[in-house]
């Protein structure tokens, strides 16, 4: 079967190549992928600027169809649609992260995609554990965002409260970002959107999904909209997913005292910021690393709910044959989730 492999390390070296069909195991459920989502994850794979273990398989957004499985397997049976958990194939199950559900910090982790081989192929061969069926009225396409939504529901519905009526900056308007924005205007919070000019396309998305405002931040006064906004106020609120250092900045100098601040894009390097701006006001700050076992049931359960369309976030839908295409889309912001999908 075809798989896009990181074959060494070193820049590049990604390649569409065959490797052997894996075998489903007695305790394995083996799936058929049917879309994958290129996250950045991948991109900084190809660049090798995050840690990999080449020869991998790329990519750890996925949703598919159980093809195979084991004897052992009482979860789901062949031809159940799932979407599949991978950021767990490697933990050791008995830290205190573990033990948790908070297996993001497990030392020894080692996600599909980067730590072991990921999604980007025909078939895959995950443990029961890692499978969530999808309800019937999810498209296959929608459920392959399951893992980057989990990350936007941890933000908005574990870590942070959000109420009917606060206003809230959302900076950098990328998938995780515009999902965060969905459940923010679900709460019937206003939205301000911020995004430079290469976000044209993803500013006009977040329109669609129901911004209050959109925001140029190169070109439009940040704090004074929001001043506008909130009659001097502040914020109730910031959900940074840019990862830029400005954006921080202006963040922190938005949200009002006492307000909420999230941070859920990676910035990459170190900043400088006014740190005391988080004293003298008084914030609550958070940091969102992925998601965690309480975080998938909650994405299930909102996903049965059918109050939430996250169809409009996936812009382009390609064979994995082109991925080359896909991944320049992606990195010249020419799209927002970008879905592959094997041609075998």
Not at 150 to 169: K, R
Not at 243 to 260: D, I, N, P
Request: aromatic share 8%; hydrophobic share 40%.
């Amino acid at each position: 079967m075809k798989a896009l492999v990181k074959t060494r390390p070193g820049a590049g070296n990604v390649e569409l190549i065959d490797v052997p069909e894996p075998e489903c195991t007695t305790d394995g459920v083996k799936v058929e992928v049917k879309f994958g989502g290129i996250c950045g994850t991948d991109i900084h794979v190809f660049h090798d600027t995050f840690k990999n273990y080449p020869p991998v398989i790329l990519c750890h957004e996925f949703s598919g169809i159980v093809s195979v499985a084991g004897e052992e397997i009482k979860k789901v049976k062949p031809g159940d649609p799932v979407v599949v958990m991978g950021s767990t194939m490697v933990q050791c199950g008995t830290c205190e992260y573990c033990r948790q559900g908070f297996y993001m910090f497990c030392s020894i982790r080692r996600g599909m995609g980067h730590g072991v081989d990921g999604g980007f192929t025909k078939y895959v061969v995950v443990r029961e554990d890692m499978v969530y069926p999808v309800p019937d009225h999810i498209s296959l396409e929608e459920a392959a965002l399951a893992e980057p939504f989990a990350t936007a529901v941890q933000a908005i519905e574990e870590l942070t409260v959000f109420n009917v009526g606060d206003t809230i900056l959302l900076s950098g308007p990328g998938p995780i970002g515009l999902m965060c924005l969905a459940l923010l205007v679900s709460h019937g919070c206003r939205v301000i959107v911020a995004g430079t000019s290469d976000d044209t396309f993803r500013l006009e998305v977040a329109e669609t999904l129901g911004a209050h405002l959109i925001v140029d931040a190169a070109e439009q006064d940040i704090q004074g909209i929001v001043d506008r906004e909130t009659n001097g106020r502040g914020v109730d609120g910031v959900v940074e997913a840019s990862g830029s250092e400005a954006a921080v900045t202006a963040g922190l100098r938005a949200v009002r005292k006492m307000g909420q601040y999230v941070q859920v894009g990676i910035l990459g390097k170190e900043i400088t910021v006014d740190f005391d701006m988080i004293l003298y006001k008084q914030l609550k700050v958070f940091g969102v690393l992925g998601h965690t076992l309480r975080t998938w049931d909650r994405v299930v359960r909102i996903f049965e709910s059918e109050k939430l369309d996250l169809t409009p976030i996936i812009s382009h839908t390609l064979p994995l044959s082109r991925w080359q295409e896909a991944f320049d889309l992606f990195e010249k912001k020419q799209g927002l989730k970008i879905l592959l999908f094997s041609e075998e």
